[in-house]
C-alpha cells in the first residue's frame, strides 16, 4: 500500500492524495490552488497520469468536501472514473453550479453519494465516510483499509464547530490505531488560542443583531453553520431576508436535515421585502455591486465581516472594495470562526488516533511545527510527489 501527497505537503489549498495497490488506485481531493498574499493564482495545471491526462487509470475520486481548494479540478477527471461526495454537499454544489454557470455544472451528473459510515468497496480497498465538522457541510474524513493497513485522512475539520464534540469519539471507535494519519495543519502557523468555537460566536452575532436594526452579514454562501447562526440569532419581530440563491441552498440543507437548527422557515427573498425595513432584518450579502445597491439604502446599517480577515490584505481585492465604505464609517464588526482546526483540535485528533507508524501533515505550510506538539507518534514529512509505502 503506497501513498503519494502529488500537492499539498508544503501548502494549504489544492491538495491532491493518491492511495494504492498493486491493484487499486483512488484519489482523495483534487483542488484548485489558493490565491497568495499579492491575489495571484497559479495558472500550472496538476496533472495526474491516469487521472487527467493519459489513459484513464483510477478506479474512484473521494472529495471530502466541496471547497474549491479541494474540488478545483475535478472538471478535468476523466471518463468513467467515478468521484464520490457526501449526498447533501452534491445538492449544495449542484445549486452552486446553476448559478455561478461554472464548469463543476457538467460534471454533477458523474458525482455519486457518500453515506456517513458507509463503506464502499474498489477494487481491494474498503473506504469509509467518517463525518467532520468543517465550514462545508457535510464534509467527510476517509478511512481507508487495504492489505491489512488502515490509513485515515482528515481532509479539513475542527472541533469547535457545532458537530466537532462527536469526532474524536468517532475516530477513537473506527479509526484508533490506524497505521498512517493525514492530517490538516492549516493553523499550525498561527496562534489560535482565542478561536471562538461556532457557539461562542453565535452569542456575539446575537448581541451585534440587537444592537443594530439593520445588519448585512458577509459570508460564504455555502457557510451553513454560519448562516444559520445568524439566521437563528434574528429576534422575534426582525425579518431574515436573502436573495433567491442563497434560499435555494438553505432550501436544500432544510429538505434533508431533521435539525430545528437547518429549517430556515421563516426566510424571506429580497425584493418587497425590503419595504418590510421598519422592523428591521439581517441579510446575508456577497462581495458584488447587487447587494452594494441594497447596501447603499441604509447607510446606518452594519456589516458583520465573518470570513476570514486574511482575504482583506491583497488576496481579494473585490472583498477588499466592498468593506471599504463600512470602514471608512466604523459600521464593520468582525466575528468569525475558523473552519480549520486549532493547535489543540490537532493535538487531540492525534491522540485520539494513535497511529502506529506516524503523521503526515497535509494542507500546511508549516508541516515541522507538528514536533512542537509533543505528540506520541512519529511525524513523518514528506514532500508533493514523493512515494511513501507502508
Not at 432550501?251 to 427573498?269: C, E, G, H, N, P
Amino acid at each position: 500500500m503506497q501513498i503519494i501527497i502529488h500537492r499539498g505537503t508544503h501548502q494549504i489549498g489544492g491538495c491532491a492524495t493518491e492511495i494504492r495497490t498493486g491493484n487499486t488506485r483512488i484519489l482523495i481531493d483534487f483542488g484548485a490552488e489558493l490565491p497568495d498574499a499579492e491575489g495571484n493564482v497559479s495558472l500550472d495545471m496538476l496533472k495526474i497520469d491516469g487521472l487527467n491526462c493519459g489513459k484513464a487509470d483510477f478506479d474512484g475520486v473521494f472529495l471530502t468536501h466541496y471547497h474549491e481548494d479541494h474540488i478545483g479540478l475535478i472538471s478535468g477527471i476523466m471518463e468513467p472514473i467515478p468521484i464520490f461526495l457526501g449526498e447533501i454537499a452534491i445538492d449544495i454544489l449542484t445549486a452552486f453550479s446553476e448559478r455561478v454557470q461554472n464548469s463543476y455544472k457538467g460534471i454533477s451528473g458523474r458525482l455519486r453519494p457518500l453515506t456517513v459510515l458507509k463503506p464502499i468497496t474498489i477494487g481491494d480497498m474498503k473506504v469509509t465516510p467518517i463525518p467532520a465538522d468543517h465550514s462545508a457541510y457535510d464534509a467527510y474524513m476517509f478511512l481507508i483499509e487495504a492489505e491489512g493497513k488502515r490509513i485515515l485522512h482528515t481532509g479539513d475539520f475542527r472541533l469547535h464547530g457545532f458537530r466537532g464534540k462527536a469526532t474524536p469519539k468517532l475516530l477513537f471507535q473506527y479509526a484508533r490505531g490506524t497505521d498512517i494519519l493525514i492530517i490538516e495543519g492549516t493553523q499550525l502557523s498561527r496562534d489560535t488560542r482565542q478561536t471562538m468555537s461556532e457557539s461562542q460566536l453565535q452569542k456575539e452575532i446575537f448581541k451585534e443583531i440587537r444592537s443594530h436594526k439593520y445588519v448585512f452579514a458577509l459570508c460564504a454562501s455555502t457557510n451553513i453553520d454560519r448562516l444559520a447562526s445568524f439566521y437563528n440569532a434574528t429576534p422575534r419581530g426582525r425579518y431574515f431576508i436573502c436573495d433567491k440563491y442563497q434560499k435555494s441552498l438553505l432550501d436544500v440543507i432544510a429538505a434533508k436535515s431533521a435539525s430545528r437548527w437547518y429549517q430556515f422557515d421563516k426566510t424571506l427573498v429580497y425584493g418587497e421585502n425590503l419595504k418590510l425595513r421598519e422592523q428591521g432584518f439581517v441579510m446575508p450579502v456577497r462581495a458584488n455591486h447587487n447587494f452594494l445597491k441594497i447596501i447603499s439604502m441604509y447607510p446606518k446599517a452594519v456589516l458583520i465581516y465573518s470570513m476570514w480577515e486574511g482575504y482583506l490584505d491583497g488576496r481579494s481585492p473585490e472583498l477588499s472594495r466592498f468593506v471599504l465604505p463600512f470602514k471608512e464609517t466604523g459600521n464593520i464588526r468582525y466575528l468569525h470562526s475558523s473552519g480549520h482546526a486549532t493547535l489543540m483540535d490537532t493535538q487531540i485528533i492525534c491522540n485520539s488516533v494513535m497511529p502506529k507508524k506516524g503523521i503526515i501533515p497535509i494542507h500546511t505550510e508549516n508541516g515541522e511545527a507538528f514536533k512542537k506538539l509533543e505528540l506520541k507518534c512519529p511525524i513523518l514529512s514528506l514532500k508533493d510527489g514523493e512515494i511513501f509505502s507502508l
